[in-house]
């Protein structure tokens, strides 16, 4: 079993659509988080999610809005998509640091092109 | 600000060689945990080996261990016996538990093995 997934893998789509991009994960894990990581490889934290709760929120245009229906759930709705919006968005989760075992658990990323 | 610096863009190994590859962290933290991420092709981030900040002791996995050095704030990551499949990206990422707990990403080292 997949211990998180998102969905799509890849997404292609033209400038100015909404979309959205889902995450899921098994490992019963307490926080999720969203990455982006440019052209260049650079990872950078989108946001974060604890139970549910909005923790993080990294400067990132109000065009992105992640959703945390659950605890297990940490989808991100994009709008008016732009050009420099293209990269490789990923999902993670982690349980709470200093409880043991801390480390974050990666998607398999999602690909997002806009023409 | 904390800042994960890796000065080697690039870097290669004979296989069955050892290689090292280099990082530095800036922070005003006394706990926090530092990693080693590989990002093969297949985009997948798979985690290879972790610290925590208050254990003196290298962290070691297999072929792969940590020079941890808290007051030079470095954290080398040497690949013992390396093998086609250790090519990847690795980065060198750092948690911090203040403004709500993330990872931090230094700017990867791409690693190419030489048969």
């Known amino acids: 079993d997949t211990a998180v997934s998102q969905t799509p893998k890849y997404l292609v789509t033209q400038m100015g659509n909404d979309k959205s991009i889902k995450c899921e994960q098994n490992?019963?894990?307490?926080?999720m988080y969203w990455y982006k990581q440019d052209s260049k490889k650079f990872l950078k934290i989108m946001f974060s999610?604890?139970?549910?709760?909005?923790?993080i929120n990294e400067t990132v245009p109000n065009r992105f809005s992640p959703k945390s229906p659950d605890k297990a759930h940490l989808n991100l709705h994009i709008n008016s998509l732009e050009l420099g919006d293209s990269a490789v968005y990923f999902c993670?989760?982690?349980?709470?640091?200093?409880?043991?075992?801390?480390?974050?658990?990666f998607g398999s990323g999602t690909q997002l092109s806009v023409l | 600000a904390q800042t994960v610096t890796q000065s080697q863009p690039e870097m290669s190994v004979q296989e069955a060689e050892t290689v090292t590859l280099s990082c530095t962290y800036d922070?005003?933290?006394?706990?926090?945990?530092l990693f080693w991420y590989k990002q093969p092709p297949s985009r997948q981030m798979i985690l290879v080996i972790r610290?925590?900040?208050?254990?003196?002791q290298n962290a070691t996995e297999n072929r792969f261990s940590v020079n941890f050095q808290k007051a030079a704030k470095s954290f080398s990551l040497k690949i013992s016996d390396s093998q086609l499949g250790d090519a990847a990206m690795y980065f060198c990422?750092?948690?911090?538990?203040?403004?709500?707990?993330?990872?931090?990403f230094g700017q990867g080292t791409e690693l190419s093995v030489k048969p």
């Open positions: 993670a989760s982690s349980q709470e640091f200093r409880q043991g075992d801390e480390k974050l658990f």
């Open positions: 490992l019963g894990h307490d926080t």
């Open positions: 999610y604890n139970n549910k709760e909005l923790i």
């Open positions: 922070t005003s933290e006394s706990d926090y945990y």
């Open positions: 610290q925590e900040a208050y254990k003196q």
């Open positions: 990422a750092y948690y911090i538990y203040n403004q709500g707990g993330k990872l931090i």
